[in-house]
């Protein structure tokens, strides 16, 4: 895509022009669907970040109407901006419910009106509230939503694709994964094309084939499209998953399953080189954050240089 020439929106097998969207919808579909899955049952498209698919997503779903959402999950994200900003600027009435803390099935089932566009639900991906709290499982949103008759929209933020706690993180923490959204019932699931999936940068929209039909046509979906290079790195990241190479072959995963044998031979290295060139080290027992905006208060034990 970078060195010479794309064929990103041409059809090679009839000679007419193409969508950039399926360069990645059959990838996405391996991905996050079941062996069963079409074009029929599973969609997808990719913006350029995560927040610019909740504004896409809301802009053609629920301009001029209501969505509902946990005063818990109204998060800002980095730099500052916030969920809610995010929300108002694509023509949407925010109605909030619940507490920070705690909030029920019952307080969304008491919003709903003939007014309301959407039930979102977004996962708050750089904190934790811990202690007397509740939450609604996604299965019970979106089987509330269904009943109504509006879409059950899921932001989970990190993109990740692998089981965390295959990694040492507790059940308790763990990630949420668009395949589980989206197997609950959610009829979209956004995430994140870079942090825990460990592509570049992009927002991912999966869900139900009607709805993204009329997200793929809305007049953002231009403005806010993945160039041709992030096309194919997120296309070549995919491609690791839908082979089951990932953990072996994307860097963010090499090193969340780096054992702690092979870091402490690292840092002893490193501390040999250094002590070479005069410095005073010394190799020490610690802990790194996995970060990327997933996981907070999640350590995982590691081995450093102390200088």
């Known amino acids: 895509s970078g060195a010479g020439f794309s064929d990103l929106e041409y059809r090679l097998d009839s000679g007419a022009r193409g969508s950039r969207h399926d360069h990645l919808a059959k990838l996405f ?21 995560c927040a610019g698919a909740l504004l896409l997503t809301l802009a053609e779903l629920a301009r001029g109407r209501e969505v509902i959402v946990s005063r818990g999950h109204l998060v800002e994200i980095g730099g500052g901006f916030r969920v809610p900003d995010v929300m108002r600027q694509s023509g949407a009435t925010l109605v909030e419910v619940g507490t920070t803390n705690r909030t029920r099935l019952s307080d969304y089932a008491n919003a709903i009106t003939p007014a309301t566009a959407a039930i979102l639900k977004v996962h708050p991906g750089n904190f934790r509230i811990v202690g007397f709290t509740e939450d609604v499982a996604t299965a019970d949103l979106a089987s509330l939503a269904r009943k109504h008759g509006v879409p059950m929209i899921e932001d989970i933020g990190s993109g990740c694709l692998l089981e965390i706690t295959d990694f040492g993180v507790p059940q308790a923490l763990r990630e949420p994964r668009p395949q589980e959204s989206l197997a609950a019932g959610a009829s979209i699931v956004m995430f994140s094309g870079d942090k825990l999936l460990g592509g570049p940068q ?66 002893t290295a490193i ?7 005069g410095s005073k080290v010394r190799v020490i027992s610690g802990v790194s954050a996995i970060g990327g905006g997933s996981l907070p208060g999640v350590t995982l034990p590691t081995s450093l240089v102390a200088v």
Not at 234 to 247: C, I, K, M, Q, V
């Open 202 to 267: 992009a927002g991912i929209i999966a869900g139900e084939p009607a709805l993204i039909a009329r997200i793929r046509h809305h007049p953002l979906a231009r403005a806010l499209r993945l160039d041709k290079l992030g096309v194919a790195a997120l296309a070549a990241t995919l491609g690791h998953y839908r082979r089951g190479d990932a953990l072996r072959t994307v860097p963010v995963w090499q090193m969340i399953g780096a054992t702690s044998a092979v870091l402490a031979t690292r840092a």
């Open 271 to 277: 501390a040999s080189k250094l002590g070479m060139a």
């Open 29 to 49: 579909r391996d991905v996050l669907g079941t062996p069963a899955s079409t074009p029929e049952t599973l969609d997808a498209i990719a913006v350029n970040n």
